[in-house]
């Protein structure tokens, strides 16, 4: 541990004997290498380790000098540690794609926008083809034009409703000193999605009408 672990882990068990202190690093997770303490000494080749080590200090009384230990400890509700590994490791992934490193609202609002471009455009093309079809005297198709692109229409939306719940189910994993100021912008910019999609069903019931 650092000293500043020893610290954080001296605070702990100075208030409560029985505290332990949790040290992750996600590099190690991800490359299953625990990095040699000395500086020329061989990396240790790791199998299904878990990113993190429990510690406790052995003397409290002996303040920021102390000597620790590990822990042993069990994680259960998984079917083993190789599935335990695969799940976290695509979460790392997961988030680390998903979040840009700056400007967060304004990325996912340019995400949002997009897909608005791209749905209003979906509603469009729709009428003008069905216009374009009752003009050429081929009324008798519309039905099953109108079907296929209601059935487009929808697979869109259910794509995109998926994307913006994992952007709403990620987002609180952001740095806790962003949340107050960047969850808030970002919902505020997925919202857009939920209005222009809200009253989307009448729309295309009334498009179905015209024609």
Known sequence: MSHIDIRTTLSYQQNNPLAISLVFNPQRLIRQIEVADKKGDPDKQLKNDPGFKIFRLDDVNSGTEA??????????????????????????????????????????????????????????????????????????RIPEVLENQNQEINRFIEETNKKIEFIREFIGYLEFKERDTIVPQVEKNLSKWDETTKGLGKKLKDLSKKF
């Open 67 to 140: 000597s620790y230990h590990t822990a042993d400890f069990k994680i259960e509700e998984y079917e083993s540690m190789e599935q335990l590994l695969r799940l976290t490791q695509k979460f790392i992934v997961d988030i680390t794609n998903l979040f840009p490193k700056e400007k967060v609202p304004q990325t996912y609002e340019k995400v949002v926008d997009e897909r608005i471009e791209q749905l209003n455009s979906l509603l469009l093309g729709t009428e003008e083809y069905l216009t374009t079809l009752t003009r050429r005297g081929e009324k008798h």
